[in-house]
């Protein structure tokens, strides 16, 4: 869709928010209100915004060529499933905080927005204001010289009532995703202007709750500590009324803004900053404008689309995402989730039910000979802390086409095997994909701790069996029989399918398969050692293997074992997170940092800039291409790794072009 400098929007819900946006449209310059969605439309719906057509349904308005742009005022937990579905129609989206119920779902609208090509932007009303653009000139002048704490408040009261949306945990109700979130935002937008960029994180966010009767916060406090010591207080509440002002505070001043998230009003007028230095003195600073402020909102967003980029200080979805990332900290500080967020719920993010893309273009092996489709590329979930993060990297692996999914005993204290199993049940895939468990790792790597780790492991994912299952280390003073002994009689009662060494030694594997075949046993059919474009210096871990080596190779490709190779792309190596110069990373700068390893990692961006692509896509691409079967561990810790990762399928090497990865020789080198 061609952007247009007037948009014609279609606004999906019918609330008070979504009128205060219809009323403020009509006085902006680069838009019109054409659409309004409701689920119980009436005949007085038009008449109330303006004319505007009237469709009966979410659904209905997104499929209506005549709109533009899409303003979602649905109450919080709809905001992802319709954001994302509007994307997918080609429509760009301006969605009212929060962006998601939390950061996991916020991600899967940005991959949306991503994947679809279209502008969305989370509709904070004060970042397009130009009272909030002059308090940011004024911090990032110096006046008040180091910024040092922040105070933002904002609570108000409604009368309880279970059923309302203010206190209804099914409608996303509490204090903190209602207007705690503006608090963070704009901490986030001060502290990051303080050091010179966009927005900041915080390194650590304490807080205190009250949970009403219904379970929701009804008020909350968090303070958040961001780099270089700046604190900032919030201040949240749905029934308590505060001040709802911001105070910043300097080595040299204070700030003070009586009316931070309305600014000069909705409907326009003179806003003030008061500004008062060390010594007493003050100056009050006023900001003035006839536009309405959703108006102006509008205007921003269409500009935005117009330009193919959210200008800052409008919420860029990196900077939305970050937000709500520490809006998750908060509630978790005090024991507050939502029903959405908990295993059960069987449909993704988009309220869909999972399937499969039919025009995936993951690649399937059948070396393992298991009766399911093996993807080349395995997904593990070390970095995936919360349910919801898990579900929603996972569900995007499997419609990818993604099959193998990738846990340990000892991954997480546990919690990788639980939320994969809440995942498995919550979907009802179990037998469409592939599950590798490992176990013994030391100082538990003994013939007699197999048994009761598997079935351990075997609880917590929720099935009785899994596909492929490795140890996780070997003791070369057991005797190699004893876990052979251990392992066949596993297989015989039907809880592993194959079995395998994890940082094993080539020659501990010809030996188990050499006492295999004696005793008339299953043997060792696969190997989970490091396997990467660049080859590691010094283990990260005791007890670490690598099989990238030149005899390696030669006995992977004589007998054609599977390798599941982890740290596939040398953990970062060769994005912007290492370099020559570059050694915040200690672990990285000790596994991975040779002059062998940077001439690689040269090559990868040079082929990589030369197609097109990032050179981790490269560098992942290359495994797939060797001349015996890989199977590429990763381990994405948000929906745009995974993405990154995933588009090494699209990028297309030959043999020639891995060995001049590896070696820099040219001859009969090219690419397809």
């Given at each position: 869709m061609t952007a247009s400098p007037s948009l014609r929007w279609g606004i999906l819900g019918t609330g008070a928010i979504a009128r205060q946006f219809a009323d403020a449209l009509?006085?902006?310059?680069?838009?019109?209100?054409?659409?309004?969605?409701?689920?119980?439309?009436?005949s007085e719906l038009a008449q109330a915004f303006g004319g505007a057509i009237v469709h009966a349904g979410y659904g209905a308005l997104l499929a209506d060529s005549a709109v533009d742009a899409v303003y979602i005022a649905t109450p919080h937990p709809t905001h992802a499933e319709w954001a994302i579905r509007a994307c997918e129609a080609g429509k760009h989206v301006l969605c009212e905080k929060p962006l998601?119920?939390?950061?996991?779902?916020?991600?899967?609208?940005?991959?949306?927005?991503?994947?679809?090509?279209?502008?969305?932007?989370?509709?904070?009303?004060?970042?397009?204001?130009?009272?909030?653009?002059?308090?940011?000139e004024l911090i990032a002048s110096g006046v008040i010289g180091d910024v040092t704490m922040i105070q933002a408040a904002y609570g108000y009261h409604t009368d309880f009532a279970a059923d309302k949306r203010h206190f209804d945990p099914a409608l996303g109700g509490g204090a903190i995703l209602d207007v705690g979130c503006y608090g963070v935002s704009m901490c986030r937008l001060i502290a990051g202007v303080a050091a010179g960029k966009p927005f900041a994180e915080p390194v650590e966010i304490q807080a205190q709750g009250h949970l009403g009767s219904t379970g929701v916060d009804e008020r909350s406090t968090a303070v958040l500590r961001f780099p270089g010591g700046?604190?900032?207080?919030?201040a949240a509440s749905i029934t308590t009324v505060q001040d709802n002002g911001l105070r910043i505070y300097g080595t040299k001043g204070r700030i003070e803004v009586r009316s931070p998230w309305f600014c000069s009003g909705k409907t326009g007028g003179v806003g003030t900053i008061t500004l008062t230095s060390r010594a007493g003195a003050v100056e009050v600073i006023e900001v003035e404008t006839t536009e309405w402020l959703y108006a102006l909102e509008a205007d921003l967003f269409a500009k935005a689309v117009a330009a193919g980029v959210i200008p800052w200080p409008a919420p860029s979805l990196p900077d939305s995402i970050g937000t709500m990332q520490a809006l998750d900290t908060w509630r978790q500080a005090i024991g507050l989730d939502y029903p959405c967020e908990r295993p059960g719920r069987p449909q993704t993010v988009a309220g869909r039910p999972l399937r499969r893309a039919p025009d995936t273009d993951m690649p399937y092996d059948d070396h393992l000979g298991l009766g399911k489709l093996a993807s080349r590329i395995v997904t593990g979930g070390m970095a995936l802390k919360t349910y919801p993060l898990a579900a929603t990297v996972y569900d995007a692996f499997f419609e990818a086409g993604g099959t193998m999914f990738d846990t340990a005993y000892v991954y997480g204290q546990g919690n990788v095997d639980r939320l994969l199993g809440q995942w498995l049940r919550s979907r009802g895939v179990r037998e469409e994909v592939v599950i590798i468990g490992k176990g013994a790792h030391t100082p538990h790597c003994t013939p007699d701790a197999i048994r009761p780790q598997l079935f351990e492991t075997l609880d917590r994912l929720g099935t009785d069996y899994v596909d492929l299952y490795f140890m996780h280390r070997d003791d070369p003073s057991v005797p190699v029989g004893e876990f052979v002994d251990v392992l066949d009689a596993l297989v015989r009662e039907g809880r592993?399918?194959?079995?395998?060494?994890?940082?094993?030694?080539?020659?501990?594997?010809?030996?188990?398969?050499?006492?295999?075949?004696?005793?008339?046993?299953?043997?060792?059919?696969?190997?989970?050692?490091?396997?990467?474009?660049?080859e590691i210096v010094?283990?990260?871990?005791?007890?670490?293997?690598?099989?990238s080596d030149d005899d390696s190779v030669d006995w992977l490709r004589h007998t054609q074992i599977p390798l599941f190779a982890w740290s596939s792309q040398a953990r970062g190596f060769f994005t912007d997170r290492a370099g020559r110069d570059k050694f915040d990373d200690p672990v990285m700068a000790k596994c991975w940092y040779s002059e062998t390893n940077f001439q690689r990692r040269d090559r990868v961006h040079a082929l990589a800039a030369k197609l097109g692509v990032?050179?981790?896509?490269?560098?992942?691409?290359?495994?797939?291409?060797?001349?015996?079967?890989?199977?590429?561990?990763?381990?994405?810790?948000?929906?745009?790794?995974l993405r990154d990762s995933l588009g090494a399928l699209r990028t297309r090497l030959t043999p020639e072009d891995a060995v001049w990865l590896k070696t820099g020789h040219t001859e009969e080198r090219h690419h397809g």
């Amino acid at each position: 869709m061609t952007a247009s400098p007037s948009l014609r929007w279609g606004i999906l819900g019918t609330g008070a928010i979504a009128r205060q946006f219809a009323d403020a449209l009509v006085t902006s310059t680069h838009g019109r209100l054409v659409a309004v969605a409701s689920r119980q439309p009436t005949s007085e719906l038009a008449q109330a915004f303006g004319g505007a057509i009237v469709h009966a349904g979410y659904g209905a308005l997104l499929a209506d060529s005549a709109v533009d742009a899409v303003y979602i005022a649905t109450p919080h937990p709809t905001h992802a499933e319709w954001a994302i579905r509007a994307c997918e129609a080609g429509k760009h989206v301006l969605c009212e905080k929060p962006l998601g119920m939390n950061a996991a779902e916020a991600m899967a609208v940005a991959d949306a927005a991503a994947r679809a090509g279209v502008v969305v932007m989370e509709a904070f009303m004060y970042r397009g204001h130009p009272q909030t653009r002059r308090l940011l000139e004024l911090i990032a002048s110096g006046v008040i010289g180091d910024v040092t704490m922040i105070q933002a408040a904002y609570g108000y009261h409604t009368d309880f009532a279970a059923d309302k949306r203010h206190f209804d945990p099914a409608l996303g109700g509490g204090a903190i995703l209602d207007v705690g979130c503006y608090g963070v935002s704009m901490c986030r937008l001060i502290a990051g202007v303080a050091a010179g960029k966009p927005f900041a994180e915080p390194v650590e966010i304490q807080a205190q709750g009250h949970l009403g009767s219904t379970g929701v916060d009804e008020r909350s406090t968090a303070v958040l500590r961001f780099p270089g010591g700046l604190l900032a207080q919030v201040a949240a509440s749905i029934t308590t009324v505060q001040d709802n002002g911001l105070r910043i505070y300097g080595t040299k001043g204070r700030i003070e803004v009586r009316s931070p998230w309305f600014c000069s009003g909705k409907t326009g007028g003179v806003g003030t900053i008061t500004l008062t230095s060390r010594a007493g003195a003050v100056e009050v600073i006023e900001v003035e404008t006839t536009e309405w402020l959703y108006a102006l909102e509008a205007d921003l967003f269409a500009k935005a689309v117009a330009a193919g980029v959210i200008p800052w200080p409008a919420p860029s979805l990196p900077d939305s995402i970050g937000t709500m990332q520490a809006l998750d900290t908060w509630r978790q500080a005090i024991g507050l989730d939502y029903p959405c967020e908990r295993p059960g719920r069987p449909q993704t993010v988009a309220g869909r039910p999972l399937r499969r893309a039919p025009d995936t273009d993951m690649p399937y092996d059948d070396h393992l000979g298991l009766g399911k489709l093996a993807s080349r590329i395995v997904t593990g979930g070390m970095a995936l802390k919360t349910y919801p993060l898990a579900a929603t990297v996972y569900d995007a692996f499997f419609e990818a086409g993604g099959t193998m999914f990738d846990t340990a005993y000892v991954y997480g204290q546990g919690n990788v095997d639980r939320l994969l199993g809440q995942w498995l049940r919550s979907r009802g895939v179990r037998e469409e994909v592939v599950i590798i468990g490992k176990g013994a790792h030391t100082p538990h790597c003994t013939p007699d701790a197999i048994r009761p780790q598997l079935f351990e492991t075997l609880d917590r994912l929720g099935t009785d069996y899994v596909d492929l299952y490795f140890m996780h280390r070997d003791d070369p003073s057991v005797p190699v029989g004893e876990f052979v002994d251990v392992l066949d009689a596993l297989v015989r009662e039907g809880r592993i399918r194959k079995f395998g060494g994890s940082n094993w030694t080539i020659a501990r594997m010809d030996e188990a398969n050499a006492y295999a075949a004696r005793h008339g046993k299953r043997g060792f059919e696969l190997l989970s050692n490091n396997f990467s474009l660049a080859e590691i210096v010094e283990p990260m871990w005791e007890g670490c293997i690598a099989s990238s080596d030149d005899d390696s190779v030669d006995w992977l490709r004589h007998t054609q074992i599977p390798l599941f190779a982890w740290s596939s792309q040398a953990r970062g190596f060769f994005t912007d997170r290492a370099g020559r110069d570059k050694f915040d990373d200690p672990v990285m700068a000790k596994c991975w940092y040779s002059e062998t390893n940077f001439q690689r990692r040269d090559r990868v961006h040079a082929l990589a800039a030369k197609l097109g692509v990032t050179p981790a896509q490269v560098a992942l691409a290359c495994l797939l291409v060797q001349p015996h079967p890989i199977f590429p561990i990763i381990g994405p810790a948000t929906l745009a790794e995974l993405r990154d990762s995933l588009g090494a399928l699209r990028t297309r090497l030959t043999p020639e072009d891995a060995v001049w990865l590896k070696t820099g020789h040219t001859e009969e080198r090219h690419h397809g």
